[in-house]
């Protein structure tokens, strides 16, 4: 079946650093990647997302390339700021279905 | 725009207790979706909707029940609560290839 798996966090970084945060995935065919952000005490918001492979989402300096050779869909940003704290979670949606699976998420801790 | 709105935010029951999760939607979506969030396990999908009247099981059902009488309400029904049952609970809609629109959470706890 369909699955997400990405790093375990969580990931402390200080003020400025370069993120990346792994996301890997299974599934037939070609599915639209998405990538969430849970902030304290929120419901998940969409961060960004591609729906087929080359494509490069982007949103609030967040990048995330969908990479069909190596099944991949890794959350990057050049310079992360303590504002960026959050939960980051991947996904997928198989065309053709009402579904979203979504990977564990990965905690993010930016210290200034 | 309210979106998506879920109440209580905060629940206790005792075990074998019943209560309903509200959630409603004031974009008029047709799809929407009841995850539950487990700490270190991601969400997984209990029971979703493609439109009023249809109701269909994800990952998760057991020990829930939902129904869809109205595009707007989708609630969420635990007869016999577990303390299994433990977690915090999204309600999540969309319309088409759109994205998912979710509520706060509701965060129960079932002892």
């Known amino acids: 079946g369909n699955s997400v798996t990405q790093m375990e966090g969580p990931v402390t970084l200080s003020e400025e650093a370069f993120l990346t945060i792994n996301c890997t995935y299974t599934?037939?065919?070609?599915?639209?990647l998405f990538w969430y952000v849970q902030y304290p005490g929120e419901g998940l918001q969409l961060l960004l997302k591609?729906?087929?492979?080359?494509d490069k989402g982007s949103n609030k300096g967040f990048e995330a390339t969908y990479r069909k050779e190596t099944t991949s869909f890794h959350l990057e940003k050049g310079s992360v700021q303590v504002s960026d704290s959050a939960v980051y979670f991947c996904?997928?949606?198989?065309?053709?279905?009402?579904?979203?699976?979504f990977g564990t998420g990965t905690r993010l801790k930016v210290l200034a | 725009n309210a979106g998506v709105t879920q109440t209580p935010k905060f629940r206790i029951l005792k075990i074998g207790q019943s209560m309903t999760l509200q959630c409603a939607q004031d974009?008029?979506?047709?799809?929407m979706y009841w995850y539950r969030q487990d700490p270190g396990m991601g969400l997984k999908l209990i029971y979703y909707?493609?439109?009023?009247?249809?109701?269909d099981k994800g990952e998760v059902p057991n020990g829930y029940n939902v129904s869809r009488s109205t595009t707007e309400d989708f609630p969420l029904r635990l007869e016999l609560a577990a303390p299994s049952q433990t977690s915090v609970y999204f309600c999540?809609?969309?319309?088409?290839?759109?994205?998912?629109?979710f509520g706060s959470g509701t965060q129960l706890s079932v002892l």
């Open positions: 909707s493609v439109g009023a009247g249809i109701t």
């Open positions: 599934a037939t065919g070609y599915p639209s």
């Open positions: 591609a729906t087929k492979a080359d």
């Open positions: 999540a809609s969309k319309e088409g290839d759109e994205k998912l629109f």
């Open positions: 974009m008029n979506h047709n799809y």
């Open positions: 996904a997928l949606s198989a065309k053709g279905t009402y579904k979203y699976i």
